[in-house]
């Protein structure tokens, strides 16, 4: 008989709405260190974990030289922007609808431990979701499929646990997919509906909450 699919959730873009908060900050942090980069291909890494920003928006050099310090600007750069972010439309009740058809929720956030209990808060998502990871779960973010694995194993279950991914950017895809879950992905990462059906996104929705309407048709069953 078939079972409900582990259902793991990108938290940044995806549940809350902060990817062009974070692209602002790593403008200011670079330009703080007398590098400045057009805020728009700062945006089109967003996604991505920092630990590889760096070098795919400067190259080697720059993260060899400032990448350390430009990740610790971020967090300072970032930290009273978080007071800005809202819920997503529909995150909570897509948090609860997976719970209430049966499937275990696990939020798989690479975001800085205080982020994530700021995001937790926001959606008042303790009592829903099983676990959480953060940044200090992993040495590689995003598209690795080492976050994905982890947050698997915070519930007990095998990496390879049939599990279904719902994210918002190309780098969510591609780490579903590194880890051998099938993607479900909401615009709000901000990247072209023909790019995240080339990464691999089986369907793509405006809100979680969209998403949440349509569980009923969707197949996600092992």
């Not at 330009?31 to 974990?49: D, K, N, Q, Y």
């Not at 750069?77 to 978080?82: G, I, Q, R, S, Y």
């Not at 209430?100 to 696990?106: D, K, L, N, S, T």
């Not at 973010?141 to 080492?146: E, L």
């Amino acid at each position: 008989m078939s079972s409900p699919r582990i259902a793991v959730l990108d938290v940044d873009g995806t549940l809350v709405d902060t990817n062009y908060q974070h692209a602002l900050a790593w403008y200011r942090a670079f330009r703080s260190l007398g590098e400045t980069f057009p805020v728009w291909r700062i945006h089109r890494l967003i996604g991505m974990g920092g630990d590889q920003l760096v070098a795919a928006l400067g190259g080697d050099e720059v993260e060899e030289r400032i990448g350390e310090e430009a990740r610790e600007r971020w967090v300072t750069e970032a930290d009273p922007l978080m007071e800005e972010v809202a819920v997503l439309p529909g995150a909570r009740e897509l948090l609860l609808a997976l719970k209430e058809r049966g499937h275990r929720v696990v939020l798989a956030s690479s975001g800085k431990p205080h982020h994530v209990d700021h995001a937790l808060d926001l959606l008042d998502a303790r009592d829903i979701a099983e676990a959480w990871t953060t940044s200090e779960d992993v040495e590689s973010t995003k598209p690795a499929p080492d976050l994905l694995q982890v947050a698997l194993k915070k519930l007990g279950e095998p990496v390879d646990a049939p599990s279904i991914l719902f994210g918002d950017s190309v780098y969510d895809v591609e780490a579903g997919k590194n880890a051998g879950m099938p993607s479900i992905v909401v615009r709000s990462g901000g990247f072209g509906d023909d790019e995240l059906r080339d990464a691999g996104a089986l369907e793509i929705f405006d809100t979680p909450g969209d998403i949440a309407e349509a569980l009923d048709r969707l197949d996600l069953s092992s």
